[in-house]
């Protein structure tokens, strides 16, 4: 298998990396990731103290939010969210053809 890879303004070859997976034991929910991405990828969800996502956002039982990966499929492999994220929580992965 190989890689899909495009071209820089300049005619640099570059191989996007798509966002895979956000390490919710790592995220403390500062949302610099949110707010760098224009794509509509990531949302802000609560947890409980079980490290169970919890839907309502006034609900009593969040103990802390953090980033999730909600529409992966508006990535496009910045990968600006990782670059920005002060607690290296991101996994990312080339698009396979």
């Avoid at 909600?70 to 990782?82: F, M, P, S, V």
Wanted: glycine letters at 8%.
């Amino acid at each position: 298998m190989s890689t899909l890879s495009g071209l820089t303004f300049g005619k640099l070859d570059w191989i996007p990396q798509f966002v895979k997976s956000i390490d919710a034991s790592k995220c403390i929910g500062c949302g610099r990731c949110f707010k760098v991405c224009g794509r509509n990828v990531l949302k802000l969800m609560g947890m409980n103290e079980d490290g169970e996502f919890v839907d309502d956002a006034e609900d009593d039982e969040i103990e802390r939010q953090v980033m999730t990966v909600a529409n992966q499929a508006n990535c496009i492999g910045c990968e600006a969210c990782a670059r920005l994220c002060p607690k290296n929580c991101y996994t990312h992965e080339p698009l396979l053809a």
